[in-house]
């Protein structure tokens, strides 16, 4: 059982992980710099501050960051279109579904004692498919209004003034919003939760384990094992998904 555990099943490719690497990089420098930019008049903003060497080159941080967040998402977008057509192969697993909403009671029933039967996850469960859409949301508050207030000129060539104040608001907001969804929801399930502890690297390797896929997405990986021939199953190949 333990050679049979040690199969890798690759979920991620190349593409997803360099998309996913250069998102979570560039979130955690502008949460460390915008936390200061927001909270400026207290004392450890302006200590961070000062380890930058000042207010302009911790904006400057900032603003490549955004820089890359944009590229990251552009990226992604593009992969979305390319990818279906040079390999002809498109998926609709990570759209919401009524099956993610029996899954969320059923996780509930699971975790109050009221039934021995966690839920059976596909290729993506509810929880990664809301942190997967709230990043979408996220870009279009974010890099929307992070653009607004870094080219005020052309903004207010087709917008009030006040719209610009509008976006410095949500622009806030939002960040605090997304700092505290990453830093307790999406880092406790995939790096401080009993199964991963202490710490996933399906983001580095793209791979998961039998043992993990069994526990963590059993319908693909009994989907997966229906395609492989009983000679693949045993061997310790790596499968490309």
């Known amino acids: 059982m333990a050679k049979k555990n040690q199969k890798a099943f690759q979920r991620f490719n190349i593409h997803q992980r360099i998309q996913h690497i250069m998102m979570f990089t560039s979130f955690i420098v502008l949460a460390g710099t915008g936390l200061p930019i927001k909270y400026y008049a207290s004392g450890w903003a302006k200590t961070v501050t000062a380890m930058f060497g000042g207010f302009d080159n911790m904006f400057t941080v900032h603003l490549g960051a955004a820089i890359l967040m944009l590229a990251s998402s552009v990226y992604h977008l593009l992969y979305l279109i390319v990818y279906p057509i040079v390999t002809k192969k498109v998926s609709w697993a990570a759209l919401p579904s009524p099956k993610d909403v029996k899954d969320v009671f059923q996780n509930i029933r699971y975790f109050l004692g009221l039934t021995n039967t966690p839920p ?17 949301w996220g870009m279009v508050i974010m890099g929307g209004s992070g653009l607004m207030m870094w080219f005020p000129q052309i ?6 003034r006040w719209i610009i104040d509008c976006a410095r608001y949500a622009h806030s907001d939002e960040a605090m919003l997304a700092i505290l969804a990453i830093f307790i929801w999406h ?5 401080f939760s009993p199964t991963f502890f202490p710490g ?8 998961l384990n039998r043992k993990l896929m069994e526990h963590e997405h059993p319908l693909e990986l009994e989907r997966l094992e229906k395609e492989v021939s009983t000679d693949d199953t045993s061997s310790n190949k790596s499968i490309n998904v």
Do not use: M
């Not at 996933?200 to 791979?207: A, H, I, P, Q, T």
């Open 200 to 207: 996933s690297l399906v983001w580095f390797n793209g791979k």
């Open 155 to 160: 903004t207010t060539q087709f917008l009030p």
């Open 120 to 136: 059976k996850f596909d290729r993506y469960s509810y929880k990664e498919k809301f942190d997967y859409w709230a990043v979408f």
């Open 187 to 191: 880092f406790y399930n995939v790096h």
